[in-house]
């Protein structure tokens, strides 16, 4: 008899989305498989070995709050720390780190061997097994059959995988992988839909070829930021600069005069790349007037010679990927350790989903990661955290959840994602959020361990961290709203003495925090005021609380207003042609889309407020 084992939840793919599925769903008590081609590859960095970033910060630390891995990983990887935004707001801020690609798969690793419930197998998995039209589990390779009733699909850049390099081209997964064709194949005779995208990555560069004396320098910063909210920046390993070089006109005229052998550009590869990390062949003919484009020169590790040249990926010919590379500054003698390329690979509109990523078209099948349509690691494993859970929560017969728009970065891709889909490869930024100042990264444990807790992905030792720091949080807050200076009292004149600042009338200390030049370290410098708290986490929560309480409290009450409409619902077969004074556009995108409430209709893209009025106007009318 062949081989046949039954589990609660079967992951796919053990990347940046499976990873976190797999090991979400064993945090909530499923007994999970972690079935991937290659043990050896597991949280493998395809590209940049790098974390976090604007609006993929955000993500990471909103990960870690839901019990993840990807942010004590980053701890223990990161090479190179940064907050970017560092002068600007709160809601804008991000952390950012360098990492080595070695130690970071090795953290990931560590986590998934050690994690209860979770089991691991090295297979490619080619179909699926379906009963009754829901998934009943996997069938590898080998021929080997898996059974669970929750299936978590992770399968990133690998459906169907093509990877180009110049005219060449070949099937892969990534450079030095399989694709997942069979599977691929099968996938596309399911009732969901899919296309092509595509992604490139530079070539690589030995560093002792490089000439550093004539790049810039960047160090990281001091003090160190760190990901994980039960971590610190002691968990960070040796740390090293990064460098800064830029292409020449040289270069350009180059990448200009080898068009004709680009397959992007002779039409050789069907999927749309990623807007926001083009080739630099793409930038070149889309930015034709700018005569130099920077390259940040990262290193992949610390026992590693070869380093990142982050800025040319580029899928030309290797011919001209070695000339263009030498017309860069200091990198005139470099040898290249692996060339760049571009691979396209399937990937499935996630209109397909439902809000907790299982598929409409089959109960039980869940898609997190790239082969939604988005790009990047913080993307991927933000999705598969929130499918796993969800995998796991089916199981115990436990309604499913996803954070809001208002409640997480992570509600944001979800909704974006499942709400209007994508035509382009998807990551996240700030601007993509309405309730930034919300959605910060120092509050993502307040925002979210508490619902991660109550769906068992995040433990009680974290959870109750969390509440120690909103308890200090709020007694050190109520203590400086209980100090009150004045004009002529002790504390008044203390503080004028100390802070250099008049105290024109009567004020509480908490107050003095809302001034832009002050700052909770500057408040502590008053002896009158007591010793105030140490923890930087806590007495970040005090500061940014006082200092934006005004607008956060027009963000609540703004929130609440779209809460409100949020749930009112849209009747199924309502007659759109019958809403008077709707534009044909928008018309046309309802009419596509049939979202089931107001909150979704308003996600679309190009239904403006104004649509959405006339919508609840009509709503209203024809319920009276
Ligand atoms: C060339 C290249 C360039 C990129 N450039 C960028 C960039 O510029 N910016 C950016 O943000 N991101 C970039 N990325 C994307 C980034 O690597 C992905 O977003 C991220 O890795 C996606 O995570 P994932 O978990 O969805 O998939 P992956 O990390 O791709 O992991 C998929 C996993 O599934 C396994 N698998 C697949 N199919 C099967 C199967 N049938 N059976 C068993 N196991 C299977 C694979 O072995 C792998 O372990 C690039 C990726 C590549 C390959």
Not at 207 to 220: A, K
Request: with cysteine; net charge neutral; charged share 25%.
């Amino acid at each position: 008899m062949l081989h046949s084992e039954t589990f609660d939840v079967i992951v796919v793919g053990g990347g940046h989305a499976g990873t976190e599925a797999a090991l979400a769903a064993s945090r909530a008590g499923a007994r999970t498989l972690l079935l991937s081609h290659n043990i050896e590859t597991i949280g493998q960095m395809s590209c940049n070995p790098a974390i976090g970033g604007i609006g993929k910060g955000h993500l990471v630390k909103e990960i870690d709050a839901l019990g993840g891995a990807m942010g004590i990983a980053a701890d223990r990887a990161g090479i190179q720390w940064r907050t970017l935004n560092a002068s600007k707001g709160p809601a804008v801020r991000a952390t950012r780190c360098q990492a080595d690609r070695t130690l970071y798969k090795a953290a990931i690793r560590a986590m998934v061997e050690t994690q209860p419930n979770l089991v691991l197998f090295q297979q490619a998995v080619d179909d699926l097994i379906l009963v009754g039209g829901r998934v009943a589990g996997v069938r590898t390779q080998m021929g080997l059959d898996f059974h669970a009733a929750s299936v978590v699909l992770t399968a990133g850049t690998f459906l169907a995988g093509k990877i180009h390099i110049g005219q060449a081209q070949y099937a892969g997964g990534r450079a030095g992988d399989p694709p997942a064709s069979a599977l691929a194949a099968k996938l596309r005779e399911l009732p969901v839909a899919a296309d092509r995208l595509k992604t490139g990555t530079p070539p690589r560069i030995d560093s002792r070829s490089i000439d550093f004396s004539v790049l810039d320098e960047q160090p990281g910063d001091d003090p160190m930021p760190h990901f994980s909210f039960l971590g610190s920046a002691a968990d960070h390993p040796r740390q090293v600069s990064c460098w800064i070089t830029h292409t020449t006109e040289a270069t350009h005229d180059l990448i200009r005069g080898s068009l004709d052998r680009s397959p992007l550009y002779s039409g050789q590869i069907e999927g749309v790349g990623p807007r926001y990390c083009p080739s630099i062949e793409d930038k070149v003919v889309r930015f034709a007037d700018k005569t130099s484009h920077q390259i940040f020169v990262e290193p992949e590790g610390l026992d590693t010679f070869e380093i990142y040249p982050n800025g040319i990926s580029t899928s030309l010919p290797f011919d001209v990927q070695y000339a263009l590379v030498r017309s860069i500054p200091g990198f005139e003698r470099a040898h290249i350790t692996r060339p760049g390329y571009a691979i396209e690979y399937d990937y499935f509109d996630p209109r397909g989903l439902h809000p907790w990523l299982e598929t409409k078209g089959i109960p039980g099948l869940y898609f997190a990661g790239q082969i939604n349509g988005t790009t990047g690691y913080e993307e991927a494993g933000a999705q598969g955290l929130i499918a796993g859970m969800n995998a796991a929560l089916a199981i115990r017969g436990e309604a499913p959840w996803c954070p809001r728009r208002d409640e997480a970065y992570i509600g944001v891709l979800i909704d974006d994602l499942t709400t209007n889909g994508t035509i382009e490869p998807y990551r996240m930024f700030t601007s993509r959020a309405e309730y930034r100042l919300h959605l910060r990264e120092d509050n993502a444990d307040l925002r979210l361990t508490p619902q991660g807790h109550a769906r068992g992905v995040v433990s009680d030792a974290r959870f109750q961290r969390l509440e120690a720091k909103r308890e200090a949080t709020e007694r050190e807050t109520a203590r400086l709203r209980g100090l009150w200076a004045a004009p002529g009292n002790a504390l008044g004149a203390a503080i004028e003495h100390a802070l250099g600042i008049a105290v024109s009338r009567e004020t509480h200390a908490l107050d003095l925090l809302r001034r832009p030049e002050m700052d909770y370290a500057k408040l502590r410098t008053v002896a009158e005021l007591g010793p105030g708290v140490d923890d930087a986490e806590v007495a970040t929560q005090v500061e940014v609380q006082a200092k934006y309480s005004g607008y956060l409290e027009r963000q609540r009450e703004e929130i609440e207003r779209q809460r409100r409409h949020e749930t009112t619902a849209i009747p199924d077969g309502f007659d759109y042609d019958r809403v008077r004074g709707l534009s044909a556009e928008v018309l046309l995108k309802l009419k596509r889309s049939l979202p089931a409430t107001i909150g979704q209709a308003a996600r679309i893209s190009g239904v403006t407020p104004a649509a959405i009025s006339l919508l609840l106007v009509h709503l209203k009318r024809r319920a009276a």
